[in-house]
Structures are given as structure tokens and as C-alpha cells.
């Protein structure tokens, strides 16, 4: 993690000290300003409950009581990120077709969340045991970002592009949400019955709710991205983009994970007159 961080810091500061390079020479233009939106599938590696419940200022094994899970009781687990990036595109006047971007980018309201369960039958009397726990994560990330993307022009009006990338993000006021039940039923083993016939016995209920403040942390990308732009009017383009990459996570005080990017989003930019 260490080398994947400073090769994540030597991108980004190579960006900024080359942008910049680019800016003393007057090799730079701003060419365009962007508003794109969208979805960040910014996915931790082995997401499970425990790393969750670690995230949670003051959130103990304790939490969830009773109830027994295991990396098996995982049925399901959410992750939905979305986002808006605010950019600067610069023209590279020495590098043809080459374009320096420079967001940033807000992610609100990033929810992480794993489900799980048992259930188990205890005899042939169909006394049952189920347990239910589910653990979510809502948390913000304010971020800059940089990319170099090679431009290749279908005609006047359709744009393609490819490049790398990288950003540096701050995670906070996020909140923990801890729901868990437990359910048992009891049947009168002394009832004679058959299968069909309807349970004489004895339930029990338990149900347990909390909630925890997230602790803040850095988190930290890179990654590939193309896109399309179709322009308009002369001075509009509209189009799509999709960033692919790997990062981490690091949590003040907490644990820190690797993570999977997969991001895709719609693209408005104005582009400006050039003298």
C-alpha cells in the first residue's frame, strides 16, 4: 500500500508541477470548462461487516449482541457512490491534440453497506432460529483529481479521448448504521401432528438498533479513463466518460483497504473563445 500511495502522490504531484511548467511557458490554454455527474463504484476489497463495524467511532464486537455470522451468512451489500466534478480543461499548445483536466469532485452521501444472515432449523419439529443484521455506511469525500488525455478528432464534432489519471480525497461526516434482529420459534414437540398442520408453540423477538459516527480519513486513486464528445452549437459539447482503476482507503485511527474503481458519468462543457 505504501508504493501504490506514493506512486499514487508522484502522479499527482508530477501533474501539478508539469501543469505548473506548462503555465509558466504559456504552453497551456484553457480550453474548456466541464460539469459531468454520475456514479463511482469506489468498491472495498473484502467488504465485510467487521471492517464496517470498525469504521464506527466507539462501534464494538458488542454491537450486534447475540447474533453469530460468518463470512458465510453474507447474502448481499450495496455500493453507491454517486458524484459531481466540476473541471478545467487546458489545451497542451507543445503536445499535439494532449489536454490537461483538473477537477474537483464531490461525492455525498457514498453509502457502503453489507447484509447478512442465518437460519437455522434446531429438530424435526421445525423450531427455528433466524438472525438478521444489516450494517451501512453513509459517508462524504470532497476531492482533486488530474488527467492527461490524448484527443482524437472524428471530423469537427465528434471528440474521443483516453488518458490516466489520479485524485486525492477527504472523507467525512459520515455516520454508521447498525440494524440487527433476532427471531426464534419454539414448537410443542409433545403436540402430535403432521407436517401440514399448524405450529403450536412459542416465538421470541429481539431487536436491536445503533448508529455511529464515521471516522474521517484519506482516500486515494488511479486510474484509466476514455470518453466521447459530440460538439454543439460550436460552443457546447455533451458526452460520456468512464474511469477504471485501483486505491485505498485510510481511515484516521481505523483500518485501511484497498479499492476497486469502476466510474462512469454525462459530461456537459462550455468551451471558451481562443484568441
Known amino acids: 500500500m505504501k508504493k501504490f500511495s ?26 474548456k470548462i466541464s460539469l459531468s455527474t454520475g456514479v463511482d463504484l469506489d468498491m472495498v476489497n473484502n467488504l465485510d461487516y467487521e471492517y464496517l463495524r470498525s469504521t464506527g467511532i466507539g462501534a464494538d464486537a458488542s454491537l450486534v449482541g447475540d447474533l453469530e455470522f460468518d463470512q458465510s451468512s453474507v447474502y448481499g451489500g450495496v455500493c453507491e457512490n454517486p458524484h459531481i466534478r466540476l473541471g478545467l480543461v487546458f489545451d497542451m499548445a507543445r503536445q499535439k491534440n494532449m489536454e490537461l483536466n483538473v477537477n474537483a469532485v464531490g461525492i455525498f452521501n457514498r453509502v457502503d453497506g453489507v447484509y447478512l444472515h442465518t437460519d437455522r432449523m434446531t429438530d424435526e419439529f421445525f423450531n427455528r432460529d433466524f438472525d438478521f443484521a444489516s450494517f451501512n455506511s453513509y459517508t462524504n469525500e470532497i476531492a482533486i483529481e488530474t488527467s492527461i488525455n490524448k484527443r482524437a478528432n472524428l471530423g469537427r464534432f465528434i471528440k474521443l479521448y483516453a488518458g490516466l489519471g489520479t485524485n486525492l480525497g477527504y472523507s467525512f461526516n459520515g455516520h454508521l448504521s447498525v440494524n440487527g434482529n433476532a427471531d426464534q420459534v419454539s414448537v410443542d414437540q409433545n403436540f402430535n401432528r403432521a407436517i401440514t398442520d399448524i405450529a ?62 469502476s466510474s462512469y458519468g454525462v459530461k456537459a462543457s462550455f468551451i471558451l473563445p481562443q484568441k
Open 200 to 261: 403450536v408453540g412459542s416465538s421470541f423477538q429481539d431487536y436491536t438498533y445503533s448508529s455511529y459516527k464515521v471516522k474521517n480519513g484519506i482516500h486515494q486513486r488511479a486510474f484509466a479513463e476514455v470518453g466521447v464528445g459530440f460538439v454543439l452549437l460550436k460552443r457546447v459539447e455533451l458526452g460520456f466518460d468512464y474511469r477504471y482503476g485501483v486505491g485505498y482507503r485510510a481511515l484516521f485511527d481505523g483500518p485501511t483497504r484497498m479499492t476497486r474503481l
Open 6 to 31: 506514493l506512486l499514487c502522490f508522484s502522479m499527482l504531484f508530477s501533474f501539478q508541477m508539469f501543469a505548473q511548467a506548462e503555465l509558466a511557458t504559456k504552453a497551456l490554454k484553457l480550453k
